[in-house]
DNA sequence: CTAGTAATCAACTAATCTATTGAATAGTTA
DNA sequence: TAACTATTCAATAGATTAGTTGATTACTAG
């Protein structure tokens, strides 16, 4: 049974792919919409280079796309699959492996209080004017996609963009998936100010994903 | 950001997991209920000591539990959520990479006339009667758990079942899983004799996971 | 045509992973 | 207790992988 031992190994080129911290990295990333390699290197914090190969490992294992324009070559996720699959290991690892439970007790504080808001009730929410919703993500990001009606505060302009704000409204805050700090950032120092503010469950991804409304923009801050 | 760096290494210890094709096959196996180190084995053909050192690697990542009763010592998948990231894998590595559709293709045969029946579409037809569901795993596996009222085959007994068969009866085989050859065989080998056969969606892991009733007996062939 | 930029390629070292071997451990049976 | 079985452990050689460096390619702009 030779075809047996073939196949095994075929989805284990899958596998080879998510077995590297730094190409996870970029996957999330990528999640987002179309990146550049030298996006992606910066925001990893690999040279351009060593992105670049790891790009290429994906590209192998048929997980992203790439198309060039002009100088610079665009990746992309390669389908919803793979979206899915992300979602799906980052499950397994929260439930079993003990150290993310760890990490993510100790770095994202106070868990009970920043209970996420899911992504249907938001919308209703939003809708009705209850709720402002935040996207804390780079402005570059934001304006490659949004969720509908999202004002864009990049975290360096909290601070400011709290004082002239409403304190009697309600903020929920999202970033870029169920696992970014920035929207738990922005959760800690919009409570200290005594504003009420929760996170959107997940992120930017999986709202689209999910097939709910987005925007694309270029307003800014 | 240091957070972020330990989380996705985390992440990976996940994917790392995956990125074996024995450990997938082994997991794979293990999908279907509790196994021995010996059994897991001899159907992985591996050696006993390299089957341990890669059920260790799985318990590692939290995938999988062992617990000992005498001398053996029994693995089983950790929770359902495995066998979701497994299907998940499967999804990406049968969309995106081109060899498995290419492996899948040339050895599962004439593919179009091989479509799958839906899990629920066959409940509803062998309750009704009007189908036999037959389960070609050995008689061990469908000892451990099968599908509600499916009759056990062994891939070896085959053409003697085939011989005391009314022709008119209509078959439904399953065994392991999407690419477990099994089924295949049988379906092919059923036609060969005129019998109206077709294989099950998935298999009898996926089965059991979508909630759907199932029998645990002694009674083989 | 030249200079400059984004990405890839090629070569290399260090680190990690795989499978094998033989020994050690834990539990059973006589 | 001794012999036996199932599993694990420890050490090892060979293969694979990750990241660095410097050169090369493809394209743009002057």
């Not at 709290?162 to 009697?168: A, C, M, Q, S, T």
């Given at each position: 049974m030779d075809f047996k031992h073939d196949l095994f190994a075929q989805f284990a080129r899958v596998g080879k792919a998510l077995s590297n911290g730094n190409r996870l990295e970029l996957l999330e990333f990528l999640a987002q919409g179309e990146r550049s390699v030298e996006q992606l290197s910066t925001v990893a914090g690999l040279t351009v280079a060593n992105t670049s190969q790891h790009l290429q490992q994906l590209r192998h294992a048929g997980m992203v796309t790439s198309r060039k324009e002009g100088l610079k070559v665009y990746y992309s996720i390669s389908g919803d699959d793979i979206i899915t699959l992300l979602n799906a290991l980052r499950a397994v690892a929260e439930r079993h492996v003990t150290d993310v439970q760890h990490l993510v007790n100790t770095y994202l504080t106070v868990k009970d209080s920043l209970e996420p808001i899911p992504r249907a009730e938001l919308l209703e929410r939003a809708r009705a004017g209850l709720v402002t919703v935040l996207d804390v993500r780079p402005a570059e990001e934001y304006a490659s996609g949004h969720v509908i009606g999202a004002v864009n505060v990049p975290l360096k302009n909290l601070e400011k963009w709290i004082k002239k704000l409403d304190k009697n409204q309600e903020i929920v805050a999202y970033c870029r998936?169920?696992?970014?700090v920035l929207a738990f950032d922005a959760v800690a120092r919009l409570r200290e100010k005594g504003i009420k503010a929760r996170r959107m469950q997940d992120g930017y991804p999986e709202w689209k994903t999910a097939g709910l409304p987005v925007e694309v923009s270029q307003s800014g801050t």
């Amino acid at each position: 049974m030779d075809f047996k031992h073939d196949l095994f190994a075929q989805f284990a080129r899958v596998g080879k792919a998510l077995s590297n911290g730094n190409r996870l990295e970029l996957l999330e990333f990528l999640a987002q919409g179309e990146r550049s390699v030298e996006q992606l290197s910066t925001v990893a914090g690999l040279t351009v280079a060593n992105t670049s190969q790891h790009l290429q490992q994906l590209r192998h294992a048929g997980m992203v796309t790439s198309r060039k324009e002009g100088l610079k070559v665009y990746y992309s996720i390669s389908g919803d699959d793979i979206i899915t699959l992300l979602n799906a290991l980052r499950a397994v690892a929260e439930r079993h492996v003990t150290d993310v439970q760890h990490l993510v007790n100790t770095y994202l504080t106070v868990k009970d209080s920043l209970e996420p808001i899911p992504r249907a009730e938001l919308l209703e929410r939003a809708r009705a004017g209850l709720v402002t919703v935040l996207d804390v993500r780079p402005a570059e990001e934001y304006a490659s996609g949004h969720v509908i009606g999202a004002v864009n505060v990049p975290l360096k302009n909290l601070e400011k963009w709290i004082k002239k704000l409403d304190k009697n409204q309600e903020i929920v805050a999202y970033c870029r998936g169920p696992h970014c700090v920035l929207a738990f950032d922005a959760v800690a120092r919009l409570r200290e100010k005594g504003i009420k503010a929760r996170r959107m469950q997940d992120g930017y991804p999986e709202w689209k994903t999910a097939g709910l409304p987005v925007e694309v923009s270029q307003s800014g801050t």
